[in-house]
Structures are given as C-alpha cells and as structure tokens.
C-alpha cells in the first residue's frame, strides 16, 4: 500500500484503487442460442479454452490486489459467464437485473443468491434491466444505455432507488447492444467509448460530460476494446485493441491486454464477465 499523499500527483500519474469482483466460470459457456449479433449458434466453442482464458483473467485481478469472489456456474445457463449483467451494486445496494431474454431470465436469482452471501440488500428490477451491461458507474454519476436491452423506465427506477444521477444514452448499432460494449469507465471522471454507437443525442451528451473522453475507433470497439476494466490505473482490456491501448498509454494509464476470444463468440468482453461490487468505503490505494 502506498503511503497516502498529501501532494498533487503529476497529472499523468494515475491511481488504482482496489476492486471487489464477481465473477462465474464459463464452465457451461456455449453458443446455443443467438440474443446479439455476434452470437451463431453454428460457430463450435471450446469450453476448455474458455475457461483458461477466463482463469488467465481472475488470476490477473488477484495479481493487481483485487478481491475476486466466484458465483458458481448452473448447467443450462450457458452466458451466466457473463456476470456483469446481473445487477448494478453501487453505494452498497444491489438494482438486481431483470433480463430482456428467456434464455437468461433464471440467472439472476443465482445472482440474487450470493449478493445475500455477501450481505448486499438487492432491489429486484421491476424493469428489464441488465446491470452493468448497460449501467456504467463514472464517478457520482451513472451512464444508462438503452435500445437494445436495458429500458428507459429502468433508468428511472434506478435513479428512484439510490438517488444518483443517472443519465440515459441510447445505444444504435447492434453490435454494440450493451452500453459496456462501446463505453467504459476509466476512472471517476473519464470514459473511453466508440462515438458511432450512440444516438446523436447520446453523443453529445457524452461530450459535454465528459470532454477529454477517449475515442477509440472501429476497429478497435470490434475487437470489444471498450468493453475493458479499469481500476483508475490498470486498464484489463483485448489485447487485439491495440490502438486503444495505445492511446490510454499516452493519458498515463497501464494496459494490460487479456485473450477472451473464445467468450467474444457469446458477444462479451473482459468487462462483460466482471461485476463490481462497490461496498467498500476503507478503499485502499494501490501503488
Ligand atoms: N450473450 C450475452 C448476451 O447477449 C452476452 C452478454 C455480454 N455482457 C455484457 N455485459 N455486455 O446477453
């Protein structure tokens, strides 16, 4: 742990602070089922490989000080790999997910279950709402996509329940259908994000609230570069973004690139399998 500073740090130097992940192995993890446009059912998936790619990621978070807590895998619930959609946790309280697609409609009680292990009081959606696929937590403030999945009337159910403000963008690109797959937060007051995948409305409020934000570009957004986590230092993103990553580079944060194509044949990211659970006020400062 660094010693807390009392000087402003250079403006290029940034903090990491430590996180407190869920994650669920891809131990049933397949392509069975097509709810985004990345998802073909006839595509083979290697379930082994999967699930190396996936240990290769926790054992990452752990080796940056991050606490990582396991949801067990059900058989049948093969995109429950994809832990970030089954709530938004923020200020303590879980806005437990309520989702668009049957297929995944009996995940959220799994996730239910162990946010009352961890002792987090969880409000069920009355809405359809995916959690951190569409709800990004920058600063005060939390992004809102909808247009594919997550709806408005969520948006405003959410912001009924932990009286922040919560901010609408509507998402128009289907290969972008979840707000973390083209926006993300970098730390309490930046965000990367691929313009294009927003409404024009969408865009320009992303570029009145955020006006050094990180534009990555197609290419980059394809390969679901945005769909990172970032600690406010340590960005964990596809190491086939390399434009981005370059780019966070040169704003002073650390990339650090991660292989999950096998899980990118569901349409999800490093982001996509992480759900953060942000309880903790003691947060301690990495070095
Ligand atoms: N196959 C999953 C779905 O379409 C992928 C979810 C990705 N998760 C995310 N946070 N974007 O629902």
């Known amino acids: 742990m660094s010693a807390p500073t009392a000087l402003p740090a250079p403006s290029a130097v940034r903090t990491a602070r430590t996180r407190h992940y869920v994650v669920c192995p891809p131990t049933y993890f397949d392509v069975v089922y097509a709810i985004n446009a990345w998802m073909d059912p006839s595509t083979p998936v290697d379930t082994d490989r999967a699930l190396q790619q996936w240990a290769d990621l926790v054992e990452l978070y752990r080796s940056l000080g991050h606490r990582v807590d396991v949801l067990p895998a059900v058989p049948g619930l093969p995109d429950m790999v994809f832990a970030a959609n089954g709530a938004l946790v923020v200020d303590g309280v879980a806005y437990g997910s309520r989702f668009a697609h049957p297929q995944r ?6 996730h239910r279950d162990l946010l009352a292990e961890l002792g987090i009081p969880v409000h069920v959606a009355e ?7 569409d709800l990004v937590v920058v600063g005060d403030v939390v992004l809102a996509g909808t247009g594919f999945r997550t709806t ?5 159910e959410l912001a009924a329940l ?9 998402l128009v690109d289907p290969r972008f259908y979840h707000l973390d797959t083209c926006l993300m937060a970098l730390d ?18 992303v570029r009145t609230l955020f006006p050094d934000a990180v534009e990555a570009d197609l290419a980059d957004a394809l390969v679901l570069g945005l769909n990172g986590v970032s600690d406010g230092r340590h960005v964990v993103l596809p190491v086939a973004a390399t434009g ?3 780019q966070l580079a040169a704003r002073g944060y650390e990339p650090v690139g991660v292989d ?27 070095s």
């Open 260 to 286: 999950l194509s096998e899980l990118a044949k569901g349409g999800g990211g490093v982001k996509c399998c992480t759900a953060e659970m942000r309880v903790r006020t003691d947060v301690e400062e990495l």
């Open 244 to 246: 981005l990553a370059a």
């Open 188 to 205: 309490d007051t930046t965000v990367a994000w691929f313009p294009g995948a927003f409404s024009a409305a969408g865009q320009d409020v």
């Open 152 to 156: 408005r009337a969520a948006h405003a």
């Open 127 to 133: 809405q359809v709402s995916e959690g951190e696929g």
């Open 105 to 110: 409609a009996a995940e959220a009680a799994h």
């Open 162 to 170: 932990i009286g922040r403000p919560v901010v609408t963008l509507e």
